[in-house]
């Protein structure tokens, strides 16, 4: 495992180069290069030792050795110099194997600070060669920081599902293995350590789940390292990966800078196992392929799902993440993949949650299984649909207790065992977790689209369960679509309804209308509104958001909505709930077209259930009046905010009253203007700002520590979740504010969105990142009432003037000291805190009632789709 001091010293690094060098993948690469350049000194100085000589510094080469460039005589540029020129001229280096030659290939320094280069080689130079498993834990470690390489759709995948997927095919010591987009090699490691682990004795089994595979014999092990081969089109990530793969113990990896798609060299080659997370991104024009593709297209996610299929030995065995394109696009190209691929290799589809490569992309995916020879076994294909991977799926992905993958693999292993002993016929899927359903591929090519999302047949499989008959929606309604509107929006009219005028709830914002004139509405022949319609986002941003027209006033909608007109068999109402459920939003999927959506009008066939007409009133009228308590308690919510002026004032009177001759006094303390008030005082007069800031390593050793950053503060409620707990060793490098019980975290970046929060039962050895101010009261202010005075719109407008400008508005410590509030005396304060926490009480039971009557309507709904008889 990762050890404390080799992840500092990566950090150390890191934190030194983010200031010259703000792109993580730079960072790694000269982190890759610097360590490769120490590690070949010490090979040296280890051969010398052994009464040997320098393999790699010697000749015209040896000025470049690493002592040399920490001469002491040597001067900030002339070591800058020393190492930049070392760097670009390794590659010509005859005395370096092949493998070192490509690593320093088109390696350069990207900054000219010398005092930087002598704080990061000096980092460097803490580490020493070593074979073992923590050098290439560590190096993975650093690998992690890399992000998207959006231009290029690369998405680095989470280790989690790279192993998920590596159990799922389960590579043999004697297959080989290919990664034909290899990015950092992950895919490769993953297998060799599962063929490692499982040739290891119970005995050798480390905790960490690695394993030495003692069970291998010396031929077995030295043929295994050469059984992975990857491929990669970027110089950069073929250098990355030829590192990860010598520090875990490949002498010679077989990584190489090849274009999968377009290039023919090595296009004989094949694989019994190949592991996955093609690009997704295909560059403006397309790809321009050669001839010996199957299916014909420009599309690199077509294309690379078709060299894996086509590049699987007889006996060969693939997972591959692809995205949502290739489950249900109706091009030409995509349909003959699928059919390709149903026919002749694939066996199961595992459907991701759309935020697995959160926070880089939220995009939707899903992995495809294949087996040649087992998909000659069987005539249908298992779907599997994950809704949660052990990871929330907002920007920080931090752990949760819910986690389908274990049964998912579970699942998987049964079936792949019943299909390979020939009784499949003993799988009941609909016992199985994970949503698990099995479709003939007859179903799958009933109208020759091959669809690969389960959802589209969960219905129509389940159907003989449903307690309501099942109708398509084209049976119950009209669809309609909008018009374009022509000659732009005028300023009074009649309301136009696009996307932006529908809210998420479903109601229409008159906040954001629209307007067409008299005599054009006249005109339309299609578009325009009648009392009860729904409607439907047809593409754009909001595809699929759903709305209800309930006015009897003039409108129209654009050519961007549809409107959906129930016949007398459905109840307008009950249509919108059916259309707003998540049942049908997984339905509607399949039917969305193109890069920026685009539902087409083939969602008539979409099955829906067909309660009673009287049935469906009840329901209605259910759902209705739950809804009306939901308006009435987030109409009080909304209205709310803490009136501090005016308690303020309220206070003042009475202050006054009890306490005659007061006046002058507080007119002489108040500041900027001695004006009738309390008198108004600077933060930093009454509380200590950011008092302590330490990196959690120092204070709390190895000790697990809760990490509170801004996601970790609700926006607008003060509310802060403690669940985001990390060893001390793993924390990041901006968490270094100490805090304590009674603290109040400022956001200082976006201040605007009111990340603030009073700690209360602020758990032991708890930490905050510097993106908060930490303010600690003085004995002159309660905490609570100086919380309160935070919050307040006095204070808000302060913060707003000192903002910068931009995409993060920010406030730095010395605007923080300045924010002036009125300052009465405690037992002033006390009351005002009283009253507020009163109110601030009946609010919070409000959201707890929102929050539990939005439940009820969701089971409502979810009763009416999954009801049993």
Known sequence: MLDSETKRRIDTARDILVGKVPDPKSQVEQITIALIYKFMNDMDKESLEMGGKRTFFTGEYEKYSWDKIFDPRLGGHEMLSLYADAITRMSQNTNLPELFRNIFKNAYLPYRDPETLKLFLKTINEFTYDHSESLGDAFEYLLSVLGSQGDAGQFRTPRHIIDFMVEIVSPQKNELILDPACGTAGFLISAYKYIMRENTSEKYRSQNGNGRGDLLTTDEKKKLLTNFKGYDISPDMVRISLVNMYLHGFVNPQIYEYDTLTSEDRWNEYADVILANPPFMTPKGGIKPHKKFSVQSKRSEVLFVDYIAEHLTPTGRAAVIVPEGIIFQSANAYKQLRRMLVENYLYAVVSLPAGVFQPYSGVKTSILLMDKELARKTDSILFIKIENDGFDLGAQRRPIDRNDLPDALQVIREYLGKVRNGKVDEFNADEKPCSALLVKKEKLAEN????????????VEKRKHRKWPMVKLGEVCEIETGSRQKGGAVEKGIYSIGGE???????????????ITEEYFKEMKKGILHYGDVLMVKDGATTGKIGYWKYSDKAAVNEHVYIFRANKDIKNQFLFRILQSNQFKSLLQPYIKGIIGGVSLEIKNIQIPLPPPEVQQEIVAEIEGYRKLIDGCRQVIDAWKPDVEGYLEEELKTYLAEHPGKQEELAEGHRPEPVEGWPMVKLGEVCEINPDSVYPYDIFGETEIVYIDITSVENGTGKVSFENKISAKNAPSRAKRVIKENDILLSTVRPNLKAFALLKGLPKNSIA???????????????EYLYTCIFSEATMKQMTIKMGKGAYPSINTNDVENLTIPLPPLEVQQRIVEKIESERRVIDSLREMVKAYEEKIKRVIDKVWGGVV
């Not at 914002?509 to 307007?515: A, C, E, G, H, L």
């Not at 990142?769 to 905490?783: C, D, Y």
């Open 448 to 459: 020759g689209e091959y669809y690969l999302t389960g959802d589209r047949y969960r219905v």
């Open 769 to 783: 990142s510097t993106g908060f101010a930490v303010l600690r009261s003085k004995e002159s202010i309660i905490p």
């Open 501 to 515: 005028q529908i809210s998420e709830d479903g109601s229409i914002r008159f906040d954001k209308m629209k307007y």
